[in-house]
């Protein structure tokens, strides 16, 4: 850090530990600028903690509480991602990716403000939040999260608690333009997604049960989804729709709505490749 500027109030140093009222601003090496921290603060061997947190930096601005915990300082702030277990509590708080990037570079395309209420705890790639309120563009998440494996989030482990789940097709190509390179089945369809539910595994292999509302229709489904990169997806599991529009969803027009109950187990989208076994009833 360089460029400090800083005011002190109630300055208490007792043992091993300070403890202060700050206000300061400094610049980072790595770029980024702590325009403001205002908090109470305190700093020991394993701990910095700033509590009545108001920080705002390039493009951020959170509050209320945030922490850092390491075994050692120097060392462990050289590993940061893996290292330093962070705990926060926000309200009205505001994150945007490129701050983010500077710790984690493969984010930088994201381009996004996160407005975010609720609490999470762990290093950057292994951390769960509780009763996150998250915001972004037309994506709202509330719920609860553990993810494991970033800043690469093809590798991360997901495990998700969806009371609610909004977003679009073209907001989550942005974030994961892995999506974009799915042509069968026709995703970009989908349009709007709501989901409650529970989401469990890698973007690529994951479990999923809970209720899908798009533009093609509702989904129930308890499904394990495998969709290897350059392969052909495979999906086995339980299936509940009333007038879902599958010949969209395929790109085929012989096909219109369907209504289903039933277990499924198959590999492909495409109708010419299609392996698949239905145990059920399939109504319309």
Do not use: C
Not at 84 to 103: P, Q, R, T, Y
Not at 105 to 132: E, H, Q
């Amino acid at each position: 850090f360089t460029d400090i500027s800083a005011t002190f109030h109630h300055v208490l140093f007792s043992k091993d530990t300070l403890t202060a009222d700050i206000q300061l601003a400094s610049n980072e090496r790595s770029g980024l600028q702590v325009k403001k921290l205002q908090a109470s603060f305190k700093f020991t061997p394993e701990m910095m903690e700033f509590n009545h947190l108001d920080l705002i930096t390039n493009k951020s601005h959170l509050k209320d509480y945030y922490a850092m915990r390491y075994n050692d300082f120097n060392e462990d702030m050289n590993n940061f991602i893996h290292s330093v277990v962070l705990e926060g509590h926000f309200k009205d708080s505001e994150l945007n990716s490129d701050d983010l990037a500077i710790f984690a570079p493969a984010l930088l395309k994201w381009k996004r403000t996160f407005y975010i209420d609720g609490n999470a705890k762990g290093s950057v790639d292994n951390f769960s939040a509780k009763k996150i309120k998250i915001k972004s563009g037309n994506t709202s998440i509330d719920g609860d999260i553990a993810m494991r494996g970033l800043p690469d989030i093809n590798s991360t482990f997901i495990d998700f608690k969806a009371n609610s789940f909004q977003t679009t097709y073209n907001e989550l190509a942005s974030l994961l333009p892995e999506l974009k390179k799915i042509t069968q089945p026709q995703l970009s369809k989908l349009g709007n997604i709501n989901y409650k539910g529970n989401f469990t595994g890698f973007l690529n292999d994951f479990v999923t049960y809970g209720t899908i509302s798009t533009n093609l229709g509702v989904i129930v489904a308890d499904i394990n989804m495998k969709l290897p990169k350059n392969e052909t997806p495979i999906y086995s599991g339980k299936i509940v729709t009333q007038g879902f529009k599958l010949g969209q969803f395929l790109d085929q027009d012989q096909l219109g709505a369907i209504s289903l109950n039933g277990k499924v187990v198959g590999r492909s989208f495409n109708l010419e490749k299609l392996q698949a076994n239905f145990d059920g009833t399939i109504s319309q």
